[in-house]
């Protein structure tokens, strides 16, 4: 009994003294913060546009509709965020103030908002109900505060960047704790302004000085993600439609960038692999044609079917899915996207049951110092805390998954550590059928969370050859549907 005791107490030493002897690799760099680590996991959000536009029919307001057509007969913020819930959103970014400058807070800074509206007899307060809704269920809230006014008579002075900073003070003063912060790009010149009804040019690249305001942001807010063409937090993904590049890079060089300066949607939709910060693409797109309700679009939501291709996209391409699903003029989702949002969540359940990969006998090629803590086996092992990973100088290399027996197979799921930094260029994956390794997928980049969909196909064993990263390969999880 001692000697057994004491060749398993000499076996464990040997293996901590194993364990200590291979360094884990070295972050690839950039690597993305805390914060937006925590921002990739939550992979869905919902986007809400709600203002007098929902009430106009506009997409854009002016900027000179009175308060008073604000009036949600029913509105029901646990009604938006439970069916987030339900869907599984972890997130809900509300248009606190859209470009027509109405604030759907009670703000001190400006009669243009709720607190002149018939809704609640002035005594309502939107943003407030849908933080504390987000508190309930909880999910995070985040703020969209359009920087283009079309309302307020200072826009294009500096008078008007004092206000947007006054009110980004109000809005983190009173609605903390906000995950995330919206600065649209978009400016089309003219508006209301206070009567003056003109076209007002600023310098996108200068005028709203925005390093000064983000500072001011952050220091109310740590951990806050900004979002913007951008970045700094995460960048636009470059198009409406719910399409990550392929590739899709985490990383851009933000020189070149600035909120709004157009031409540059290719660039944001694939990220650049050699970008010097770390800005992931996040994909936003409307579960309408339009981001706001219009009662002529009720036929065109869309589908849970095209939900879930979108998914496919935006999540399975490595980037955020920010989905908007705008509320109608009583002031709640509407049944068609209630139901859509029901039929895409039964879709991803469904499509996404059972992880054949889970626990499963895995092989590498190679593994970091043969090391277990590198081992292959982690891949499988449900926990994306550990990876599977290369010696330094090993930037290529195959892992096969035993699945046991036959199994039909329909998506393989794989994500790096991206904590170390996102390495993979190119990848494939094969199956084992009719005694040879037969091609199912070919792609680029993973990052985060990549899906492949597979057409069709029944086997035992499965392969993936990593052909081509910019450094050791560092890979945490590998699940196969
Ligand atoms: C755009 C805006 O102009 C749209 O109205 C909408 O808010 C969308 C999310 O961003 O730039």
Request: net charge neutral; proline share 5%.
């Given at each position: 009994?001692?000697?057994?005791?004491?060749?398993?107490?000499?076996?464990?030493?040997?293996?901590?003294?194993s364990?200590?002897?291979?360094?884990?690799?070295?972050p690839?760099?950039?690597?993305?913060?805390?914060?937006?680590?925590?921002?990739?996991?939550?992979?869905?959000?919902?986007?809400?546009?709600?203002?007098?536009?929902?009430?106009?029919?506009?997409?854009?307001?002016?900027?000179?509709?009175?308060?008073?057509?604000?009036?949600?007969?029913?509105?029901?913020?646990?009604?938006?965020?439970?069916?987030?819930?339900?869907?599984?959103?972890?997130?809900?970014?509300?248009?606190?103030?859209?470009?027509?400058?109405?604030?759907?807070?009670?703000?001190?800074y400006?009669?243009?908002?709720?607190?002149?509206?018939?809704?609640?007899?002035?005594?309502?307060?939107?943003?407030?109900?849908?933080?504390?809704?987000?508190?309930?269920?909880?999910?995070?809230?985040?703020?969209?505060?359009?920087?283009?006014?079309?309302?307020h008579?200072d826009?294009?002075?500096?008078?008007?960047?004092?206000?947007?900073?006054?009110?980004?003070?109000e809005?983190?003063?009173?609605?903390?704790p906000?995950?995330?912060?919206?600065?649209d790009?978009?400016n089309?010149?003219?508006?209301?302004?206070?009567?003056?009804?003109?076209?007002?040019?600023?310098?996108?690249?200068?005028?709203?000085?925005?390093?000064?305001?983000?500072e001011?942001?952050?220091?109310?807010?740590?951990t806050?993600?900004?979002?913007?063409?951008?970045?700094?937090?995460?960048?636009?993904?470059?198009?409406?439609?719910?399409?990550?590049?392929?590739?899709?890079?985490?990383?851009?060089?933000?020189?070149?960038?600035?909120?709004?300066?157009?031409?540059?949607?290719?660039?944001?939709?694939?990220g650049?692999?050699?970008?010097?910060a770390?800005?992931?693409?996040?994909?936003?797109?409307?579960?309408?044609?339009?981001?706001?309700?219009?009662?002529?679009?009720?036929?065109?939501?869309?589908?849970?079917?095209?939900?879930?291709?979108?998914?496919?996209?935006?999540v399975?391409?490595?980037?955020?899915?920010?989905?908007?699903?705008?509320?109608?003029?009583?002031?709640?989702?509407?049944?068609?996207?209630?139901?859509?949002?029901?039929?895409?969540r039964?879709?991803?359940?469904?499509?996404?049951?059972?992880?054949?990969?889970?626990?499963?006998?895995?092989?590498?090629?190679?593994?970091?110092?043969?090391?277990?803590?590198?081992?292959?086996?982690?891949?499988?092992?449900?926990?994306?805390?550990?990876?599977?990973?290369?010696?330094?100088?090993?930037?290529?290399?195959?892992?096969?998954?035993?699945?046991?027996?036959?199994?039909?197979?329909?998506?393989?799921?794989?994500?790096?550590?991206?904590?170390?930094g996102?390495?993979?260029?190119?990848?494939n994956?094969?199956?084992?059928?009719s005694?040879?390794?037969?091609?199912?997928?070919?792609?680029?980049?993973?990052?985060?969370?990549?899906?492949?969909?597979?057409?069709?196909?029944?086997?035992?064993?499965?392969?993936?050859?990593?052909?081509?990263?910019?450094?050791?390969?560092?890979?945490?999880?590998?699940?196969?549907?």
């Amino acid at each position: 009994m001692k000697a057994r005791q004491l060749i398993s107490i000499a076996g464990l030493a040997l293996l901590a003294c194993s364990a200590k002897e291979v360094a884990p690799p070295a972050p690839l760099l950039p690597v993305p913060s805390e914060s937006q680590l925590a921002w990739h996991a939550m992979e869905m959000n919902a986007f809400v546009h709600f203002t007098t536009n929902t009430f106009t029919g506009k997409e854009w307001g002016y900027g000179d509709e009175l308060p008073k057509v604000f009036n949600p007969s029913l509105l029901d913020a646990d009604q938006w965020v439970s069916t987030f819930k339900a869907a599984g959103f972890k997130g809900v970014i509300l248009t606190c103030k859209h470009h027509d400058g109405f604030c759907l807070w009670p703000s001190r800074y400006t009669e243009h908002s709720v607190k002149n509206s018939p809704w609640k007899n002035g005594k309502g307060d939107v943003v407030r109900e849908v933080a504390e809704a987000c508190k309930k269920y909880d999910l995070k809230f985040g703020i969209y505060l359009s920087p283009w006014d079309r309302n307020h008579k200072d826009y294009g002075t500096q008078a008007y960047i004092e206000y947007y900073r006054n009110q980004l003070n109000e809005l983190f003063s009173n609605y903390s704790p906000v995950f995330e912060m919206w600065f649209d790009g978009a400016n089309g010149g003219d508006g209301y302004y206070g009567g003056k009804r003109e076209k007002r040019t600023i310098l996108g690249s200068k005028y709203y000085d925005w390093p000064n305001t983000l500072e001011l942001v952050q220091k109310m807010e740590p951990t806050i993600i900004f979002f913007s063409d951008a970045g700094p937090g995460v960048r636009w993904v470059g198009n409406e439609k719910g399409i990550a590049g392929e590739p899709n890079w985490n990383t851009i060089s933000p020189d070149t960038l600035y909120a709004g300066k157009g031409g540059i949607e290719k660039l944001l939709n694939t990220g650049s692999e050699n970008g010097t910060a770390w800005i992931p693409a996040e994909t936003d797109v409307s579960i309408r044609p339009g981001w706001f309700y219009h009662r002529e679009e009720d036929s065109l939501v869309k589908s849970p079917e095209k939900l879930f291709e979108i998914y496919l996209t935006s999540v399975g391409r490595g980037s955020t899915l920010l989905l908007n699903v705008p509320p109608d003029r009583h002031g709640v989702l509407h049944e068609n996207d209630v139901t859509a949002l029901k039929g895409f969540r039964e879709l991803l359940n469904n499509e996404f049951k059972i992880n054949l990969a889970l626990n499963a006998k895995t092989e590498a090629s190679s593994f970091r110092g043969k090391s277990n803590q590198f081992s292959p086996s982690n891949l499988t092992d449900s926990s994306k805390e550990t990876y599977w990973a290369t010696d330094d100088e090993v930037k290529t290399g195959s892992v096969e998954i035993d699945l046991g027996n036959k199994k039909a197979i329909h998506y393989i799921v794989l994500q790096e550590y991206i904590s170390l930094g996102q390495r993979v260029k190119s990848f494939n994956a094969e199956i084992w059928k009719s005694n040879r390794w037969e091609s199912v997928a070919q792609a680029s980049t993973i990052g985060y969370k990549r899906i492949l969909k597979i057409e069709s196909a029944e086997t035992d064993k499965i392969r993936i050859n990593f052909t081509a990263a910019k450094a050791s390969l560092v890979i945490s999880n590998i699940e196969v549907y």
